[in-house]
């Protein structure tokens, strides 16, 4: 497991039902893209957060494969429909098989 | 330099190589177009893509990508070592068929997107991004 990650997330604590709420993520990840090479020479191998997913109570938003162009620390804005009171859950999927989750309430006034 | 016939042909080739070569660079990505879309036509336009226009830091180049209607929207680098940057598959609870990141490019570069609407049928939009300082390491 890498070092240090730590996934921060941004999402409004109420909204009203059906509304468009605007969520941002960030994930402190070195994704290491396989292309840069170490004091000798020796090229550092690939070492990236591959997949990126948010669901609410269970139903997708949103699904994201990740490249190793996908910069250091890993940011994604997008917007999500909020039906109801509940949460959302927000999973990262690591190339060494580590999966980093954070989840965030909500609730529908 | 005079318009001799000697200087044309001269001309002429530079401009074969000039422009030949990044088309053998572009050969890896347009595969990569054509396993997404299955070989289908794309429409130029029903995909939005903003890129600055000019990236000081090739380490981290904001991006948004924005279509309605689409479920899928895959991103390409074509100058990159590896052209694919991210595909975005929108669920049913997505709001709006935008999203934005961080990418890196390694030079200056046509950054392509590609979306795969609902009903089956392709948009693409292309924007060239100037960057000032590559972002792959050396």
Request: net charge negative.
């Given at each position: 497991m890498a070092k240090g990650v730590r996934p921060r997330v941004k999402v409004p604590k109420t909204a009203s039902a059906g509304e468009a709420i605007t969520i941002k993520t960030l994930i402190s990840h070195?994704?290491?893209?396989?292309q840069r090479k170490d004091s000798d020479g020796n090229k550092i191998p690939r070492s990236i957060i591959n997949r990126f997913t948010c669901d609410f109570n269970g139903e997708n938003v949103i699904d994201v494969t990740l490249e190793p162009a996908i910069s250091t620390n890993p940011f994604f804005e997008f917007e999500a429909t909020v039906p109801e009171t509940g949460e959302f859950q927000f999973t990262w999927y690591d190339d060494d098989g580590s999966v980093y989750e954070t989840s965030k309430k909500i609730s529908v006034e | 330099m005079e318009l001799t016939r000697r200087n044309v042909m001269i001309m002429g080739t530079g401009a074969m190589v000039a422009f030949g070569l990044p088309m053998a660079a572009n050969a890896a990505g347009e595969d990569l177009i054509e396993a997404f879309t299955g070989g289908a036509e794309m429409a130029e336009s029903g995909v939005t893509l903003t890129a600055p226009?000019?990236?000081?830091?090739?380490?981290t180049v904001p991006i948004e990508v924005d279509a309605d209607g689409a479920s899928e929207i895959m991103v390409l680098a074509?100058?990159?070592?590896?052209p694919p940057v991210a595909t975005f598959k929108f669920g049913p609870?997505?709001?709006?068929h935008t999203a934005s990141t961080r990418i890196r490019l390694a030079g200056t570069q046509d950054v392509v997107a590609i979306a795969k609407m609902k009903d089956g049928s392709f948009a693409k939009a292309t924007k060239t991004v100037k960057v000032t300082i590559g972002g792959c390491g050396g």
């Open positions: 070195k994704m290491e893209s396989g | 226009e000019i990236a000081e830091n090739g380490n074509l100058g990159n070592p590896t609870l997505a709001a709006s």
